[in-house]
């Protein structure tokens, strides 16, 4: 733990310099579009921050190899022995920034038998930094100020939930998956990882994600958010895996700031 712990500074200041790369694309609003082989969108702003990113944390711990949304044609024979790497999403919320909503961030996590242990959100437009190292806690920096965060208790949640979505959901693919009669609250989005540090830090109870996700979507968030109190389960209440199958994809999941609620009961889908 002492090595992870050293590596938290210069990383953030990575995923720092990667945020500005994206901003300064994004505020020029001149950037190349492509679709991927699976129909989703990359730009030039991903792909500039995947280089930096590869290339810092590469100079950072050229032992350590790395696992980018951007250079995953990985197979499973190559990285199943890794039992420690990077795993980066350069921009999740590549939609968002499209759209021109600003709600984006620059991913970084450390992977440590096949569980993270290092989590690392940067929002580019905002310029908050989420952190967490496995058990060190879990923070919000604003302004250079380290705020320690955490999610909200169960007596909260209970008297009214919140929960994060995305804005480019239906809302109705959420609302039928939840059991009647309770009171809440919806609060739509962008970024997933931006949404799963709103639940670690008691911002929203809960954010159920529905549709194709990525393991970089979820590793650095993931940290963050367990190491704020919460878990990130699938929507068997399971945990989500890392590097154990062939494919990166991950299931449907959902961000708990309470896990002492009755989940199981709650969830009715």
Same mark, same amino acid.
């Given at each position: 733990m002492e090595r992870i712990n050293a590596l938290l500074e210069p990383v953030i200041a990575v995923a720092r310099q990667a945020g500005e790369t994206i901003r300064e694309i994004y505020e020029? /609003?001149?950037?190349?579009?492509? *679709? #991927?082989?699976?129909? @989703? %969108?990359?730009?030039?702003?991903?792909?500039?921050? =995947?280089?930096?990113?590869?290339? #810092?944390? *590469?100079?950072?711990? %050229?032992?350590?190899?790395?696992?980018?949304?951007?250079?995953?044609?990985? %197979?499973?024979? #190559? &990285? =199943?022995? !890794? &039992?420690?790497? !990077?795993?980066?999403?350069?921009?999740? /919320? @590549?939609?968002?920034?499209?759209?021109?909503? /600003?709600?984006?961030? +620059?991913?970084?996590?450390?992977?440590?038998? =096949? =569980? %993270?242990?290092? $989590? +690392? +959100?940067?929002?580019?437009?905002? /310029?908050?930094?989420?952190? $967490?190292?496995? $058990?060190? $806690?879990?923070f919000k920096r604003v302004d250079g100020v380290d705020i320690p965060i955490h999610s909200r208790d169960a007596k909260q949640a209970e008297e009214e939930m919140v929960i994060a979505v995305s804005r480019r959901q239906k809302l109705e693919a959420v609302t039928e998956l939840l059991e009647p009669g309770r009171n809440y609250r919806f609060v739509p989005f962008g970024s997933a990882s931006l949404k799963s540090c709103m639940v670690a830090e008691g911002e929203a109870d809960v954010y159920l994600r529905l549709g194709p996700t990525g393991e970089w979507d979820t590793g650095a968030s993931q940290c963050i958010v367990e190491q704020a109190g919460g878990r990130i389960l699938d929507t068997r209440l399971q945990p989500l895996s890392y590097n154990e199958r062939e494919s990166l994809e991950n299931p449907n999941y959902l961000v708990l700031g309470a896990p002492g609620l009755p989940w199981n009961q709650i969830l009715q889908g």
């Open positions: 020029a /609003g001149q950037y190349q579009q492509i *679709t #991927k082989s699976d129909n @989703t %969108p990359v730009t030039s702003a991903d792909l500039a921050a =995947h280089q930096l990113i590869v290339s #810092k944390l *590469t100079e950072l711990a %050229p032992d350590i190899p790395i696992l980018s949304e951007e250079d995953a044609d990985i %197979p499973l024979a #190559k &990285r =199943h022995d !890794w &039992r420690r790497y !990077w795993l980066i999403d350069p921009l999740d /919320g @590549t939609q968002e920034f499209i759209a021109g909503s /600003g709600d984006f961030a +620059v991913n970084i996590a450390l992977i440590d038998d =096949h =569980h %993270p242990v290092m $989590g +690392v +959100v940067y929002a580019p437009m905002t /310029g908050v930094c989420y952190f $967490g190292v496995s $058990g060190n $806690g879990s």
